[in-house]
């Protein structure tokens, strides 16, 4: 009775383990596909919300920020390559799972875990930190604009993937994403069962 209680109770943690993605049983390379140069994975990630763009050209770009060391606006610091990078370095989440990328929005809807300000992407290096804007931004999403950001993720970073090493992808189309700056769609308080929900 006893080994039977310790059997499940392990079973139990193993399968939690894996529906929430621990990093420690999937190695980072995994996601980083194999590549060494930290250029190389920049380049990546660049591409990656270039990519984010262009399936969803009217979703704000917050890329109005100064840059601490030029003293010019950082143009190609957005809201997007910010939230792949804390996605990415700061929270060690997979870029090709659909579920990773809900944990992350969940972030920014203080449903899942706290963003640190110090920790959050560019915070060092633009004058102002963008943590406050790009979290009220992603508050004002709704659902289906949640979605079609998580899908244009998806896909951005399934096609920097060679054929190869891709898993099952998941190709459906991306809902149309507006502007979500206009109060007339405020962001549903449904809580982390709807972030959640397919």
């Known amino acids: ?73 950082a143009t190609d610091n957005t809201l997007v390559g910010r939230l792949i990078r804390y996605h990415i370095y700061v929270k060690e989440r997979s870029p ?22 110090n920790t959050y992407p560019s915070a060092k290096t633009l004058r102002t930190n963008p943590m406050e804007g790009d979290v009220a931004v992603i508050r004002k999403l709704n659902r289906s604009q949640r979605e079609a950001l998580v899908q244009a993720l998806i896909d951005a970073f399934s096609s920097l993937r060679s ?10 189309p991306s809902p149309a994403l507006s502007t979500p700056a206009s109060p007339a769609t405020p962001a549903r308080s449904g809580g982390a069962s709807d972030l959640l929900s397919p």
């Open 1 to 73: 009775m006893k080994n039977s209680r310790a059997l499940i109770s392990f079973v139990m943690s193993l399968v939690l383990m894996l529906l929430l993605g621990s990093a420690s049983l999937v190695p980072r390379q995994s996601w980083h596909w194999g590549l060494a140069p930290a250029n190389a994975q920049r380049v990546r990630l660049d591409d990656a919300w270039r990519s984010v763009y262009q399936q969803l050209p009217d979703f704000p770009k917050e890329n109005q920020y100064i840059s601490t060391e030029t003293g010019k606006a």
């Open 96 to 117: 090709i799972y659909r579920f990773d990328w809900k944990l992350t929005l969940a972030d920014y809807l203080d449903v899942n875990e706290w963003i640190d300000e």
């Open 163 to 172: 054929p190869a090493t891709q898993p099952g992808a998941m190709t459906s």
